[in-house]
């Protein structure tokens, strides 16, 4: 849990480990691949399953535009890390829909 929140403050150094761990909790087995741990900005399916999976489901963003704005953002926000880490990714989502509360 502690290199997750440590990933995430790299971006948010008020970033909640409750937060975090709800994320890290929502995840679950997937996280234990390593494929599967990372996101892929390069890989436009991998980014509608986050827009869909994530933004629409889990965070309830209705407005699909919406929602693949703040991936694209992400993607830019992360652009310098090789290996994007999908909590942090996740986490950075939901802050700029402004869906940190819901989680």
Do not use: P
Request: aromatic residues 6%; charged residues 35%.
């Amino acid at each position: 849990m502690n290199d997750y929140l440590t990933d995430v403050h790299r971006y948010d150094r008020r970033a909640s480990a409750d937060t975090v761990d709800r994320i890290v909790k929502h995840l679950g087995v997937a996280l234990k691949n390593r494929d599967a741990s990372r996101v892929s900005c390069t890989d436009d399916k991998e980014l509608q399953r986050v827009v869909e999976n994530w933004c629409a489901r889990k965070l309830g963003v209705a407005d699909e535009t919406k929602a693949r704005a703040a991936v694209d953002a992400v993607c830019e926000q992360m652009a310098k890390d090789r290996n994007k880490q999908r909590v942090t990714f996740y986490y950075l989502c939901a802050a700029k829909l402004g869906k940190l509360g819901t989680l």
